[in-house]
Each structure stands twice: as structure tokens, then as C-alpha cells.
């Protein structure tokens, strides 16, 4: 039996992405905790505690999932509506939502999130003078390691931009020739327009003069006109 799972009977997807929105944000080496950052984590809903394990209540509330299951359980001992309505809420655990996100960012974008990720890590892990020799040295190596990859990274990078620079150009000047030939059809559609029109205008006086037993000095300048615009 096919066993469907769709999040948003939890929760709708604006919901869920407010509530990410919350607890992480994207540095430009993947997510980091907000609270990690600068201590401005949300709090959990059900208390002033911070989030740990943080979950997604059906009504869009963000709390933690330890304080979620204190409160249910005593709820349990409760029989009042809001309690037995507390007990039947359906919940969203957001790590594997998170989890899930962060393996999409490396795995759409290797190079720009992993590269500068061992960077930041190499850069920490020398950063305590007070490790062992050992770990020091090690540290020292993965650092250079990861200098030279990086570098490598940028000239690739500077590679590609310079193409891209060189693809544009083509570009421009192929919309310039396009431009040009795009103008030119134009005017030649105008001139055949006004041909055609001094066409219709010549047959006119022509039809004119000839139903006249003597033509009209004026229709004769006109048509002296149009001749004069067809050459």
C-alpha cells in the first residue's frame, strides 16, 4: 500500500517557510542557526526557552519540541476543549526540512557553498593556538589545502566571467546587425506603402481626365506630382 506524505496537512508552506525563515539563514555557505549568529533565534512559543528541536504547530506556532511533549503531557490530565485540542494538534519536526534544503544547496551549487564551507572550517580550526601540536599542525596543512582550492576556484570563476564579458559582446553586436536590418525592412515597407498609395492617386486623375472633354489644368499639375515621386 502506497503510503502518502504531503507536509502541508501540517502545515501550509507559507507557514513552513516562516517558520525557517526564524531559525536559519543563508550566509552563503549554506544555513546557519540566527541564534548562532547573533543570539536572535526565535523563542519557543510555549515559553521564553530557546528552540532546540524546533517544530511546527498546524496554527503556525514555532516551539520547541521538548516543551511540546512537557505541555502535552500535562494536557493529558485535562479534559477541558482547549486541552483535548492541544492533545489532537498536528505537528511538523523541522530538522529534515532543514537538512533537506542544505543537501539541495550543495548539491545545486557544489563549488560556491562547499568550497567557501571548508574555508570557514580550515579557518576555525586553527584559530586556538591551544590545540595540540599535533592538531595544530594538521590544521596548518588543511588550511593551505584549502587556500589552494579556493584559488583554484577563483581563476575558474575569472574564466567563466571573462567568457560570459566576450559571449555579451556578440551578443550586443548581433542585436545591432538584427537592429539595423529590422530598420531597413521598415523603410522599405513605408516606401512600397507610399508607392502603392501615389499609385492609387495617379489612377484617380488619369480616370478623371479622361471622363473630361477638357482636362483640368490643376489635375494635370498633380499628376506632374505623382510622376515626379514614382522616379
Request: net charge positive; with cysteine; glycine share 6%.
Amino acid at each position: 500500500m502506497v503510503h502518502e506524505v504531503d507536509v502541508s496537512t501540517a502545515a501550509s508552506p507559507e507557514q513552513i517557510g516562516i517558520a525557517l525563515a526564524k531559525l536559519v539563514t543563508l550566509d552563503g555557505t549554506g544555513l546557519r542557526s540566527l541564534q548562532e549568529i547573533d543570539g536572535r533565534g526565535a523563542r519557543c512559543s510555549l515559553g521564553l526557552a530557546e528552540i532546540k528541536r524546533p517544530i511546527l504547530l498546524s496554527d503556525g506556532s514555532l516551539c520547541d519540541e521538548g516543551a511540546f511533549q512537557l505541555k502535552l503531557q500535562l494536557s493529558a490530565r485535562n479534559t477541558s476543549p482547549a486541552s483535548l485540542l492541544f492533545q489532537r494538534a498536528k505537528i511538523l519536526k523541522l530538522d529534515p526540512l532543514k537538512a533537506a534544503f542544505e543537501h539541495f544547496l550543495q548539491a545545486a551549487f557544489p563549488d560556491k557553498l562547499q568550497l567557501p564551507r571548508n574555508l570557514d572550517f580550515a579557518l576555525h580550526r586553527v584559530s586556538t593556538p591551544t590545540a595540540s601540536l599535533a592538531s595544530y599542525a594538521a590544521g596548518a596543512e588543511n588550511l593551505e589545502t584549502c587556500i589552494s582550492e579556493m584559488v583554484a576556484w577563483v581563476a575558474r570563476t575569472q574564466v567563466q566571467i571573462f567568457e560570459a564579458k566576450a559571449r555579451l559582446e556578440d551578443v550586443r553586436g548581433d542585436l545591432q546587425v538584427r537592429g539595423a536590418v529590422c530598420i531597413q525592412s521598415a523603410f522599405r515597407v513605408l516606401r512600397a506603402c507610399r508607392l502603392v498609395a501615389h499609385l492609387r492617386i495617379k489612377r484617380k486623375l488619369e480616370h478623371a481626365v479622361c471622363g473630361a472633354m477638357t482636362p483640368d489644368k490643376s489635375l494635370t499639375v498633380r499628376m506632374a506630382n505623382v510622376d515626379s515621386l514614382e522616379a
